[in-house]
């Protein structure tokens, strides 16, 4: 991108560790006559808002976005032909401290640079055919005013009562401001117009429920864990502050729980102005994951109502696609539950959560969640952005760090830097979008060669987070579970050279599948020679060790039996349940279901008691918590250290909900739903159940019904589409399609029947 503009800010804001006030910046210029086209580019070290005469421009938040800003810095560009008018114009620019130089990445405050800048240029066509620029540069003047201070971590604080009428408009007396300093654009950091979709304000909620915990504490109860800010709308009164406090779940005695946002301080402060009636605010450069609001600090003997606070909710403005329903509502409600965490989640980068200090693109977490992901929204453009910050964030020898942004530096984990290879290839399978595969191919190369150089006998170290959060350990702070770290790391090398290999083939490189397809068998191998034992089974006897085996298919076919005979075992022994973490835990619906036990995945899934996926619904959660027993009515809450209640990486499960329940699977061999497969396997005492798709072809469907002693399946297929439908059960002549038995036109697919159909919404009747 080419900049006539420089970098600006407010000299004398070098902060410390305290922050410092957002700045306010303006420029003010005459034009002639207004131009016929113009055009603004915007970026800033740090979050921008920007306006033009008074009026916005744009309606992203937390712009420009997130980067790891010392490569790279996205930018906007929004036609602003309307906004400018003969005679004075004025831009007006408020500043944050954002990603950029708040607190980030845990504990570090100013981690890319210690004071907001910004960039702006503005070009201006007129009918002459002249252009006209206005850029930033050392005639913009900055001020403090009432913004405080903003921080992701700890919230904002603005104090009305400094407030300056007009700033943004013209005819302002600026004579008092600071001329800025100014920096060259220079080469590095590149900037770059962003592509995905922005941030944006997407609903708003209002409280179902307010509580005086103690007398002047007021709790808004927004009934959803959600991400954003409140809006507040409180009686003014000169000087009065009200401190707006947020918290994911309540004590017992109906205060706020809070500990779990460990240093994060997550509060905002507003001061009133006074000048009459009600005041309303709303934090601009910060955001909250919570469920509850606290006002404190109203003027005694107040009644607030629900219009005092308003839940505003935060997230990349990606399209819903997807959506999944059946006859139990514990499940929808899982499937809500899934979808908020996703949405809290996908805020800039896919983050493990988003309220404590921490809201980090944790690569495993990503990986994990990416299939459901794909179902729920559409991420194409999301995920294109966020593999160019694995790219920027790759080492030179192919180390995939364990966050993207990276703020952690050499740490290395399998199945965390395993992304790098996982989330190409689905979004590929989900959306059939080959540049996913070609930006990526040289990344995920290098992640198989860092594997190889760096495991002698191509079995890797003991290393990494292990299976992570694996329930039932005999002390909490054994969060990597039983799993030895080096059958994982190993088992997901083998996966992700399979996964290369098969990159290779989709890009036409024959020799480079090949010797991809050498050394994932090479690596099978290993596996096999390094952790399975003379007694016929895993050295780590773990529900998690033998999934990874079966699913990554990394036995040879004569131990398949065997381990497939201890991961029941394990699940008998735990009672039916699961006892696995962030690695086993997506593998385990689509590993029973694929040698012929779905049943025992319905009742993994539907297990209502510790640790489960319904547990946490039974013990009221809105989203998808971090650990099994985040909380309980009759424990209370886990460790308080890592206790994330909206956390998405257990809802993985998402993916076999509706590729399996509801039967709506993408086929490997045709990307993006041009051929698909509709493969309900009904169960676990479900009468119904249906998912629906939006892709780029149409929209595509899956869904199932009992009518007394007939499954009814229905399958949509859209124009330039075709599906492989496959029955869960009975003989060709018990399946009636358009009123005929289809003996004609179906085939054996495995155990099961199937046929093959085009476009159109079809309904296959089968007597059971
Ligand atoms: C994050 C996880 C992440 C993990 C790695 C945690 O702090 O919240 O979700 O994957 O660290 O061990």
Redesign the pocket.
């Known amino acids: 991108m080419n900049w006539k503009a420089d970098w600006i800010h407010l000299p004398g804001q070098e902060r410390d560790e305290a922050p410092a006030p957002g700045p306010y910046v303006r420029k003010a210029f005459v034009l002639e006559s207004p131009p016929t086209k113009a055009t603004a580019r915007v970026t800033a070290l740090g979050l921008y808002e920007v306006w033009i005469n008074g009026r916005r421009v744009g309606d992203v938040q937390m712009a420009p976005g997130w980067t790891d800003y010392r490569t790279r810095v996205p930018a906007q560009e929004y036609d602003v032909t309307g906004f400018l008018v003969p005679g004075e114009n004025v831009i007006g620019v408020k500043l944050g401290d954002g990603w950029y130089c708040g607190k980030m990445f845990v504990y570090d405050r100013r981690f890319y640079g210690d004071h907001p800048e910004f960039l702006f240029q503005l070009s201006m066509e007129t009918a002459g055919d002249t252009e006209q620029l206005l850029a930033s540069d050392a005639t913009w003047k900055a001020t403090e005013g009432p913004l405080l201070y903003s921080d992701i971590y700890d919230g904002e604080a603005y104090d009305a009562r400094k407030e300056l009428p007009g700033w943004n408009l013209p005819s302002f007396d600026d004579s008092a401001w600071k001329a800025v300093a100014t920096r060259p654009v220079g080469k590095k950091p590149l900037i770059e117009l962003a592509e995905h979709e922005p941030v944006r304000v997407i609903e708003e909620r209002s409280p179902l429920d307010i509580d005086e915990v103690e007398p002047g504490r007021w709790i808004f109860d927004l009934g959803q864990n959600m991400v954003g800010r409140a809006r507040i709308m409180v009686p003014g009164e000169e000087g009065r502050t009200i401190t707006i406090r947020f918290a994911e779940m309540l004590n017992r005695d109906g205060t706020l729980y809070t500990e779990n946002y460990r240093s994060a301080k997550s509060t905002d402060h507003y001061t009133c102005h006074g000048r009459g009636g009600f005041e309303q605010w709303e934090p601009v450069f910060t955001f909250h994951g919570f469920r509850y609001v606290e006002l404190s600090g109203l003027p005694r003997d107040v009644q607030p109502d629900e219009s005092w606070v308003t839940g505003v909710v935060l997230h990349n403005d990606i399209e819903p696609t997807g959506s999944f329903t059946c006859s139990n509502p514990l499940l929808n409600q899982l499937q809500s539950n899934i979808v908020w965490g996703q949405k809290g989640n996908f805020l800039e980068v896919p983050t ?2 988003p309220q404590r200090n ?1 809201r980090l693109g ?1 690569t ?2 990503a990986q994990v969640f990416c299939p459901t992901a794909s179902f729920n929204f559409d991420v194409l453009a999301f995920f294109h952005k966020w593999m160019k910050d694995v790219r920027d964030a790759q080492k030179e020898n192919g180390l995939v760090p ?1 966050v993207v942004p990276d703020g952690f530096g050499e740490g290395e984990s399998p199945a ?1 830097g395993d992304a790098v290879a996982i989330v190409p290839w689905e979004v590929y399978l989900r959306y059939g979008d080959m540049t996913i595969l070609e930006d990526n191919h040289d990344a995920i190369r290098k992640w198989i060669a860092f594997q190889k150089n760096d495991s002698p006998d191509l079995v890797r170290a003991d290393r990494g ?1 292990g299976d ?1 959060l694996q329930p039932y350990q005999e002390n909490e702070d054994q969060l990597r579970g039983d799993t030895e770290r080096s059958l994982i790391g190993t088992a997901y090398f083998a996966f992700t050279a399979g996964i290369a290999a098969r990159v290779a083939g989709v890009l036409g490189k024959p020799r480079e599948a090949a010797e991809m397809e050498r050394l994932a068998a090479d690596v099978r191998k290993a596996f096999t020679d390094a952790f399975w034992t003379n007694d016929g089974r895993l050295s780590s006897d773990t529900q998690t060790a033998y999934l990874l085996a079966l699913a990554f298919d990394l036995l040879p076919e004569k131990h398949v039996p065997a381990a497939f005979q201890h991961l029941l075992r394990l699940i008998n022994e735990a009672d039916g349940h699961l006892r696995t973490g ?1 690695v086993g835990t997506p593998l385990l619906a689509p590993t029973l279901t694929r040698f012929g036990r779905e049943d025992l995945a319905y009742e993994l899934l539907l297990k209502e008691t510790y640790p489960g996926w319904l547990y946490s619904i039974r013990q009221g959660a809105t989203t998808m918590w ?1 650990r099994w027993n985040s909380y309980s009515h009759s424990d209370g809450f886990g460790n308080a250290e ?1 206790n ?1 209640f909206n ?1 998405y ?1 257990y809802g993985a499960i998402g993916q076999w909900m509706y590729e399996t329940v509801a039967g709506l699977e993408p086929d490997p061999e045709h990307p993006g739903y041009t051929h698909f497969f509709v493969s309900p396997q009904p169960g676990g005492g479900l009468d119904w159940a249906r998912a629906e798709l939006a892709t780029a072809r149409g929209t595509v469907a899956s869904g199932w019904r009992f009518e007394e002693a007939t499954l009814v399946m229905e399958a949509v297929v859209p124009e330039g589409a075709s599906a492989t439908v496959v029955f869960p059960f009975g003989e060709t002549e018990a399946i009636l399609w358009q009123g005929r038995t289809v003996e004609n036109v179906a085939f054996k697919y495995g155990e099961r029947t199937a046929l093959k159909t085009g476009p159109g919404s079809h309904t296959f009747m089968i007597k059971m």
């Open positions: 493990d959560c921490e944790w495993g977490d364990l965390w987070f992570w962030f971090e890592m994330s956390h990486a």
